[in-house]
């Protein structure tokens, strides 16, 4: 699954673009008119995305951090 999509399906991604350091994410409008993130080509399971974004509800960040 594209690691993006995690927080997209989650319902958590706000549209920040922050995911967009993944040279393979570029943003869409979604059905809402938002802007939405995709990826350009299969995930590849890259976490540059998921690391970016500060709203990925499947984070774990390190106790105390």
Known sequence: ???SRRTVDA????GGSACAV????????NQYGFDSPMADEPCHQYTQCVQ?????PY????PGG
């Open 1 to 3: 699954m594209n690691n």
């Open 11 to 14: 319902g958590a991604c706000i």
């Open 22 to 29: 993944c040279e393979h994410i570029t943003f869409v409008k």
């Open 52 to 56: 970016a974004c500060i709203y990925d």
């Open 59 to 62: 984070r774990e960040d390190e």
